[in-house]
């Protein structure tokens, strides 16, 4: 029963550290750009598809195919960013919410048409594990878990401590009194994209290390679950997404153990993340570790 | 005009306004064009399949439409109008499926191979518009959506879940004994629930135990909390309901527990081998299907896939499906000497049952010719004899066991022919 109940949090902590690794670059655009990029599931499975071809094509080690997703990501982001969201600034942040589900269709059927819809997986041994005695780990999991609890403090620090980070954070306060203040709002903007571009791909290569098989869809199927975390953790909060991340992650797999009345039926762990949230929002709107906001 | 003169003359515009009641072409025959659409997955978790299901109808059309331009018979087309994607989601198949009957006004939906968009294709589109289905969904619910007393709409012609459970119950009463504690595992759709209900029904009628039913959603990020439920209790065996890449993902958290034993794993109509479908076979489990390919064509059929198909389609023995339903269709349409649905409808069963000299698709002019000759015919599939009953099921019941092998493989091992 311990044994059970050991690998269930275990599984928990896995599902989360996947979840906050995905939900930091939704949470940075979503807190400093103000937009709910519904491509940013896309933006992870582009990454996901680079770092194959680097991985599978050209037999790469798993870190270089994880680096080129980063950066071939984060030029995406700023590349659509230039080309289609700067220029459609005027429009509203709500329209700009709902262009990126038109990216997002379009950019998942790009990559169905070059990947075509079979299943790929990584050159890694899914079924490998680490033998703990009362829990097991594969490889593949514990780097995903060690990747994510380094980089949301250090997305969290550089926000905090370097100049870059502290003007994003002032245009995320106040657009106009930053730019009045001698900040360049459109460069900060770009930057933005970039790292949350570099976060996607990361976060996309490290879902896909875990899930195991992948296609097309596989941004898109955690989308919600990425924005639930988002949300939980404080929109524009890097620890609020690990956090809120965790969080979701252990509430969905620790809620099937047995000794917890039977444990939920398997098919409603969705059910009860957006269930958690939605209890959070009421008690807390801002999410965890979000500021509150009058609007 | 004199009067004499006006007698032939309306004698020959009662023969003009009669014929022109009754489509008749060239020599008696009848004329109409019979509009076919596929509707498949071709993109997504369906897309291997599913490709190949709309080739399998494509190439099918395209036989009958060179046999009848061979024979002459001018006035009577067959025309793939469209092939749609359903992505295998209902939603999209919906919208996909009115489209083919709004625009392109097709008479026959070759499609869908998933019981989930059928059943959503079915009640939006398909039912209210009197357009046919030949579906490759397995949902014994699905031909149930065929109104009692009219003639069916849904035809499946593949042995339905309700058997496919029962079986799977005995194979594994065979393998493991029939009190065998068996943990369920399936997907969460219209598929995998309603074929895990049928076997745990099936398996605890039989004295059998099955302590833990998992139904999952395969969307999920990771399924290792699944994987960890069903291995607890060190039961006797597993049942898996899923299509081969969502199982993968639960597969490989299954063998990272190391309590998963294949050999003792049985699955569903889709896991037969899952290495054709682009993921991995796991060595020693085994799979159920219907067999489709005891037709005495089947071996013709397959040669002629294999060298007409598109490059990159691969060939499959459930393919049988969509082919036959095609020649299904057709002859039946031909014996009602119309293209429309509800008219086809009612002559399913008698081109597919005896009595009437036996044809399959290698002898199509020889069964037109009887068809055109008023004779009863009985068409045989390349999947076997379909035999349709009129609530649109078919009633053969063999079924394969395949076993994934060792080299990573799977193959039939056995054949076996199901009682109900």
Known sequence: MLEYLAQLTLNGLITGTILALTGVGASLVFGIQRVANFAHGEYMTFGVYVALVLNVGFRQDLVISAVGAMAATAVLAVGIHFAVLRPLRGRGLVALSLITVGLALMLRHLLFLVAGAGIHQYRIDQTAVFDLRIIRVSPGQAVAMAVTVIVAPVVALFLARTSVGKAMRAVSDNRDLAGISGIDVDRIGAYVWLLAGALAGLGGVMFAVVQGPFDPNLGSQVLFLIFTTVVLGGIGSAYGALVGGIVLGLVMDLSTWSGFAGGLDARFRPVLAFAVLILLLLYRPQGLFGKARVL | ?420
């Open chain 2, 1 to 420: 005009m004199c009067k004499r003169g006006l007698v032939p003359l309306g004698l020959v515009a009662v023969v003009v306004l009669l014929l022109a009641g009754q489509p008749v072409g060239a020599a008696g025959s009848p004329a109409f064009t019979l509009k076919y659409a596929t509707l498949a997955g071709m993109t997504g978790d369906p897309a291997i399949p599913g490709q190949a299901w709309t080739e399998a109808g494509r190439l099918a059309v395209e036989y009958i439409d060179t046999t009848l331009k061979t024979m002459g018979l001018s006035d009577i087309k067959v025309v793939l109008s469209d092939s749609q994607d359903s992505q295998g989601v209902p939603q999209a198949g919906v919208e996909a499926a009115q489209k083919l009957v709004n625009i392109n006004h097709v008479d026959v939906i070759i499609g869908d191979m998933w019981s989930s968009v059928t059943s959503a294709v079915a009640r939006a589109v398909a039912i209210p518009n009197k357009v046919l289905m030949f579906t490759g969904g397995t949902n014994p619910a699905l031909t149930k959506l065929n109104a009692p007393g009219s003639p069916a709409i849904i035809w499946q012609p593949v042995p339905a879940d309700d058997l496919q459970g029962r079986v799977l119950a005995g194979i594994i009463a065979d393998a493991l004994g029939k009190t065998a504690r068996i943990n369920v595992a399936g997907r969460n759709d219209a598929y995998g629930s309603s074929l895990a209900a049928v076997f745990k029904d099936a398996w605890t009628a039989g004295g059998g135990t099955v302590p833990k039913y998992i139904i999952y959603n395969h969307q999920q990020p990771t399924l290792d909390s699944e994987a960890q439920e069903l291995v607890q209790g060190n039961p006797d065996g597993w049942l898996f309901i899923d299509f081969c890449q969502t199982f993968t993902k639960l597969a490989q958290p299954l063998m990272r527990t190391g309590k998963w034993d294949p050999s003792k794993s049985f699955g569903s109509d889709v896991l037969i081998d899952c290495k054709r479908r682009g993921v991995q076979n796991f060595p020693g489990m085994r799979a159920t299907q219907a067999n489709t390919s005891s037709g005495t064509s089947f071996p013709a059929f397959k040669a002629l896939f294999e060298q007409r198909a598109k490059r990159g389609v691969t060939f499959a023995a459930d393919l049988a499906e969509p082919w036959d339903s095609v020649f299904v269709a057709f002859l039946a349409a031909l014996e009602a000497k119309s293209s429309d649905p509800m008219q086809i409808s009612q002559h399913i069963v008698s081109v597919t049952n005896p009595p009437g000299q036996e044809y399959t698709f290698q002898q199509l002019d020889q069964a037109i010719k009887a068809i055109l000759e008023g004779k009863k015919i009985h068409f045989n599939g390349a999947s076997g004899p379909l035999q349709f009953t009129p609530e649109g099921r078919v009633s053969s019941t063999a079924y394969d066991i395949w076993q994934h092998k060792p080299d990573g493989t799977s193959a039939v091992m056995k054949t076996i022919t199901f009682k109900p």
